[in-house]
Nanobody, 121 residues
Framework: QVRLVESGGGKVQAGGSLTLSCAASGSIRSINTVAWYRQAPGKQRELVAT???????MYADSVKGRFTISRDNAKNTAYLQMGSLKPEDTAVYYC???????????????WGQGTQVTVSS
């Protein structure tokens, strides 16, 4: 069974940095596009950044220049480096992939359990 597990969340002061990790466990042949989403209390989940298997990236305007998404395909792990953090970045951050291929099945729209990021002013 494939699982996505986020880690690296925590509490930080405004202006600080955090790096989130999203590790896929299980027998994996390939992971397609990976995305980071976030959901603040009382708000809808929003897309933060995406990275294709080939390394092409996309960012929400609100995080451009502050966040960097990356991945290590050999480790089946994706990262979100967050800098110049603001209180409005406070949210639960979720990792998602649109397609994971294993030796037996292809799984679609896979989500992690989320990791809390809290930025204090």
């Amino acid at each position: 069974q494939v699982r996505l597990v986020e880690s690296g969340g925590g509490k930080v002061q405004a202006g600080g940095s955090l790096t989130l990790s999203c590790a896929a466990s299980g027998s994996i042949r390939s992971i397609n596009t990976v995305a980071w989403y976030r959901q603040a209390p009382g708000k809808q989940r929003e897309l933060v950044a995406t990275i294709t298997r080939g390394g092409n990236t996309m960012y929400a305007d609100s995080v451009k220049g502050r966040f960097t998404i990356s991945r290590d395909n050999a480790k089946n792990t994706a990262y979100l480096q967050m800098g110049s953090l603001k209180p409005e970045d406070t949210a639960v951050y979720y990792c998602n992939t649109d397609r994971i291929t294993t030796p037996w099945v292809t799984e679609y729209d896979h989500w992690g359990q989320g990791t809390q990021v809290t930025v204090s002013s």
